[in-house]
């Protein structure tokens, strides 16, 4: 019988590859913390956050930020623009493909139109969420938003800020880019009674333990018109905890409850796209009140430290406010600790075998005859200790005896 190797430089290669994938890091990146290091972006960076923009960058995989100085976010605010318009105009300035600084200067026949965040939201009409990119004469790049068709440059290209190379480029436009459209004075969103919401579908257990914390019931007000995605556990599981949740101080009922809602609006497909660490309403310092967002397939779970809950169902999802049910009551490990692993049982002690044997030679008296009767039988005696050895040396001999003919038989068969 022949056997084939494979190449010693394909198994090096394999090799190769191998280490690669369990050494790289996953991809990543985190808008506020690349935007930290230029304080004269601090304006804009601070309004990615307070619009809930920074986290729907963070969930995409290849995205173009285009920022504007702490001047240009003066003019801009001088306007005292509304939450909701000012994060239609900054959604604007996020545009949903890579363009590095590199990559501006070589656009196939000159130029490019890309979508954006503020044209995903579906809140641009017709092609006024996308925005016109030209490569001008002597050196300049410009951006304009495609609204009727005009390619007129609004700002110009400054200069880079950070790149990671196809996952995000955050460059430096001249000024915020003008939209009629975009800066179209917009409602506040309509203040949803999120308790009702919560009590009218299955999670009015849930929603009275809210209604009977002022300080988390605030919490949760203050949120809904930024930003706010809740999860309700079920009545059912929830009546179940209730003896634990009711033995809590009312501080550390309003942190729980607080805990179970996060400071930004997360569909459904951004939750599946966005599996990692989410901060909550409850995340103070070092009592970090997180959980982590983990997906299989469509099933999507909420996990701690101390148990996993997965999401059941969707009781509203009307962008900024999302809720959610939990089959389980998601448990924070600042308030509760991980159930501990039992501890793995002791070896055995080894049977004091050698004792029979002795035990028996100064045992002077004939050997009972064999009865079927357990009562008979010696109390001396440890239950199946000589049967139990002779069936195990007769079975380690009887292996050892086929161990040997299979490898006999082998090797006969590979000589051939």
Known sequence: MQVHRAPPHLLTALLLLLAAAATSPARGHNITKLLAGHPDFSTFNHYLSATHLAAEINSRTTITVLAVSNAAMNDLLAGHPTTTTLKNILSLHVLLDYFGSKKLHQLTDGSALAATLFQSTGSAPGSSGFVNITDLKGGKVGFAPEEGGSSDAGAYFVKSLEELAYNISVIEISKVLPSAIAAAPAPEPSQVNVTDVMAAHGCKEFADALLNSSDALKTYEDNVVGGLTAFCPLDDPFKAFRPKFNNLSAADRASFLEFFATPVYMSMSMLRSNNGLMNTLATDGSRKFDFTVQNDGQDVTLKTKVNTAKITGTLLDE???????????????????????????????????????????????????????????????????????????????????????????LLVVLAL
Do not use: W
């Open 319 to 409: 962008q900024p406010l999302v809720i959610y049910t939990l089959d389980k009551v998601l448990l924070p490990q600042e308030l509760f600790k991980a159930a501990v692993s039992p501890a793995p049982a002791p070896a055995p002690t080894p049977e004091k075998a050698a004792e029979s044997p002795k035990a028996a030679a100064k045992h002077k008296s004939p050997p009972a005859p064999p009865t079927s009767a357990a009562s008979d039988a010696p109390a001396d005696s440890p239950d199946g200790t000589v049967a139990d050895q002779k069936s195990n040396a007769n079975a380690r001999i009887c292996c050892g005896r086929f161990g040997f003919m299979a490898l006999s038989l």
